[in-house]
């Protein structure tokens, strides 16, 4: 079995059938926090081109569940 990996920008869902635009938002700020963390949300949302609202939500359960950190700040 071969997995290609979407080049499809954040928040786009890639137009196919079966895409997630929610999964591939997540995945791309995940892949955003790992190569340039820390952050701030407005940072983030301007890099990836997310609503804010959206990308809190986003962040709220990657803190929730342990995949993100929130700074004191």
Same mark, same amino acid.
């Given at each position: 079995m ?11 869902? +890639?137009? @196919? ?18 190569? @340039?963390?820390?952050? +701030? ?16 939500r ?6 929730? @569940? +342990? ?7």
């Amino acid at each position: 079995m071969a997995i290609d990996v979407d080049q499809t920008p954040a928040g786009a869902g +890639g137009g @196919r059938p079966g895409s997630s635009a929610g999964v591939q938002a997540t995945l791309a700020i995940l892949d955003l926090l790992a190569a @340039r963390a820390p952050l +701030g949300l407005a940072e983030i949302a301007r890099e990836l081109g997310i609503a804010k609202s959206t990308l809190h939500r986003i962040c709220t359960v990657l803190v929730e @569940r +342990g995949w993100a950190v929130r700074d004191a700040e």
